[in-house]
């Protein structure tokens, strides 16, 4: 009988341990970008006028607004934020192509594998995204474990929270191959708002670390 590979044991993971932990960790996420997305109307509880302050307008180029803003106590920490209106296009249109994915093709093009991992539930997905040799710094030879959760506001708005497992946890699920880095995704996805007839106002968030 041979031994166990060293900590396997120690990082091993119940599929409800993980569904249990990645809807603990959403709920935070879903929040921070329900906020980072408040326009200046004022719908979202607890977010007052006052949700678009610290953030500088970047662009605004054919209708979409492009800020960022500074995270935390440090400057390594910023939050980008685009906003953009789609017309005669519907919240479920919207999510449907929308994913993960395609949301890493926009972020680099040398994205060399995108595959799931495994559903744990009809709105719960784990991912693994990997970029090639010739990916933008932040991406290169990189490859990030994510988890990808939707979920519908009681006023409709559509939530799509993205984010980074734990290193320990994703080692469990999915050993790191090759030479390439794990890295971490803090934080994105997309908040769809419903507008009148088929329309919505579609806000993606991003915190990166630099």
């Known amino acids: ?28 996420c879903i929040q921070e970008l329900l906020s980072a997305s408040d326009s200046n109307r004022d719908t979202r509880v ?6 678009n302050d610290g953030w500088k307008v970047l662009t605004l180029d054919n209708g979409v607004e492009i800020s960022k803003r500074r995270s935390g ?4 920490f910023h939050t980008f934020r685009s906003r953009w209106l789609l ?8 999510i449907t192509v929308a994913n993960a994915i395609d949301a890493a093709k926009q972020w680099d093009p040398d994205l060399v594998e995108a595959r799931y991992i495994k559903d744990l539930e009809d709105n719960l997905s784990i991912i693994r995204l990997k970029f090639g040799d010739n990916a933008k710094p932040l991406f290169r030879n990189r490859e990030f474990i994510v988890y990808e959760r939707r979920e519908t506001m009681e006023d409709g708005t559509l ?26 995704l803090l934080q994105s996805g997309w908040v769809v708002e419903k507008l009148k007839g088929d329309s919505c106002m579609v806000t993606y968030v991003v915190q990166v670390l630099y």
Do not use: H
Not at 87 to 94: C, E, I, L, M, N
């Open 1 to 28: 009988m041979t031994s166990p590979a060293p900590c396997s044991r120690s990082w091993s993971i119940s599929e409800d341990s993980l569904k249990r932990y990645v809807q603990f960790a959403s709920e935070s």
């Open 46 to 51: 607890g977010t007052g006028n006052n949700a």
């Open 159 to 184: 939530v799509v929270a993205v984010a980074s497992l734990p290193k320990e946890i994703a080692a469990g699920l999915q050993p790191k191959q090759n030479n390439a880095i794990r890295g971490l």
């Open 73 to 76: 106590k440090t400057a390594s």
């Open 87 to 94: 017309t005669s296009v519907s919240p479920q249109q919207f």
